[in-house]
């Protein structure tokens, strides 16, 4: 299974709202529910800020919201804070019964 | 507190093999399923491979599938990955991860992960 396809850059400014995409295909994202966002910090270990689209696991602010449509998922940070300045990576469960991750998306506060 | 401590990492010759372990503590361990990721250095992640919470099923990724084994000894509450026929293309590291449901199957939610243990494929 190829990457799922993510933008390599999103920026905002502190206050801002901004959008991830993660775009798949109808062997993965569009047709499962079991699509997953992690942040990482560098030289940190990922860490899970939603999972099965749209559910945030205990702990994880509200800023941090899930979606999907089609074969194309998002990630929505609202409120942008400094602190949210990372990379991120989406994951889907596939046809094949693997799972398969996005290329990643880095995350810049201005 | 959940905690995951991987181990045996190391350089290793192409062709070569080698086993991490993932020890876990702070949860009921065989109520949850495991997996590996990794990751090259600079780079993006990798889902590797997964086993549920009674190793009823174990899944890999194409790109290890033959050559790496994915389990877990619930007396030892380790979870393993035994790598043979090593590539350069592995070089990375590798990190255990718990999947958030307690149900014992595996869903990819990744809620608790270790420090990662670095693998190292050079002659």
């Known amino acids: 299974q190829s990457a799922l396809t993510q933008p390599a850059s999103v920026s905002g400014s502190p206050g801002q709202s901004i959008t991830i995409s993660c775009t798949g295909t109808s062997s993965n994202v569009g047709s499962y529910k079991f699509v997953s966002w992690y942040q990482q910090h560098p030289g940190k270990a990922p860490k899970l800020m939603i999972y099965?689209?749209?559910k945030r696991p205990s702990g994880v602010s509200n800023r941090f919201s899930g979606s999907k449509s089609g074969n194309t998922a998002s990630l929505i940070i609202s409120g942008l804070q400094a602190e949210d300045e990372a990379d991120y990576y989406c994951s889907s469960f596939t046809s094949t019964n693997t799972f398969v991750f996005g290329t990643g998306t880095e995350v810049t506060v201005l | 507190e959940v905690q995951l401590l991987e181990s045996g990492g190391g350089l290793v010759q192409p062709g070569g093999s080698l086993r991490l372990s993932c020890a876990a503590s702070g949860f009921s361990f065989s109520s949850y399923a495991l997996g590996w990721v990794r990751q090259t250095p600079g780079m993006g992640l990798e889902w590797v491979s997964a086993i549920t919470g009674r190793s009823e099923a174990t899944y890999y990724a194409d790109s290890v599938k033959g050559r790496f084994t994915v389990a877990r000894d619930s007396s030892k509450n380790t979870l393993y990955l035994q790598m043979d026929s090593l590539r350069a293309e592995d070089t990375a590291v590798y990190f255990c991860?718990?999947?958030?449901?307690?149900?014992?199957?595996?869903?990819?939610?990744?809620?608790?992960w270790g420090q990662g243990a670095l693998v190292s494929v050079s002659s």
């Open positions: 099965d689209v749209t």
């Open positions: 991860a718990k999947e958030i449901s307690g149900s014992g199957s595996y869903y990819g939610a990744l809620d608790s």
